[in-house]
């Protein structure tokens, strides 16, 4: 029996599908304390946020010599030791692709939330208060937006601010993407200079650490808006509180943090700060193509296996003549 462990991140349907496929599907959620030894007998583990999967949870799934592969409901392998995991003759996947329309509009919703007080002037209605002078914005249209990272959401998100009017500058570490010729690719520093609004959309790298710090929001215009929705750890949230604070960044909109799910309250609370709690992927289509992903993942790994046990049977029975 091919055994599959999900202990989050997957629809009741994609569960259903694959249990019709004849798979035995355990779908119940284990501590990181608790699953290294539930996996002995797991040939594919499904994790999303909740379970960070150590180089001693792999060894003692090696126990078993069954686990083979490991998906990530969601973008980044930051709770996966992917490399010692593949060292160990695990593969390790993501989904890319099924999140990226939701983040994009997200992303979009926040620019024109921060740019026109929505947020903080929500929070005083509801305390009662009517601020209606207080809260002067700013249009979007015309305006540079900056983009770090021109991945799949990089893109999805400049095509939705170009047809809205604004004008796209980006970087990649890759360097000049096959985009639209109406966006720029400029260097890190000039995005950095030239941005009214800025976007961050690429993975955080341990060894790398912060991509934003005081030094990089000195070479930021006086104003700038700056929107994080990849990974918490790309910002030194100490040094953005007090850009806010004096000025040098207008508003920010998060949905990512250093520390999840630890709330930086001083940061949150902050009113020029737009906070959500990591709900980029948090949609019914989201999560329907993630799942689809998933078992598309599954039966392309279960074909495989097949593939090399057929093979390996082969050359048995011809061993043996």
Known sequence: MFNILITDGVNRDEINELRKLNFNVIDKYYDDENLGKQLKDIDVLVIRSKNTITKEIIDQACEGNRLKLIIRSGVGLDNIDANYAEAKGIKVKNTPCGSTVSVAELTIGQIITIARFVNISNVRMREGKWEKKKYIGTEIY??????IGMGRIGREVAKRAYTMGMNIIYYDILGKMDVSDKYKFCEFEEVLSNSDFLTIHIPYDKEKGYLITENEINKMKDGVYLINHARGGLICEENLIKAL?????????????????IINLELVNHPMVSPTPHIGASTIEAQKRISSEIVNIINEHYEYIKKIEKEQGNSSTKLAL
């Open 142 to 147: 015309g305006k540079t937006l900056g983009i």
């Open 245 to 261: 604070d004096i000025g040098k960044i207008e508003a920010v909109a998060l949905d990512v943090y250093e520390n999840e799910p």
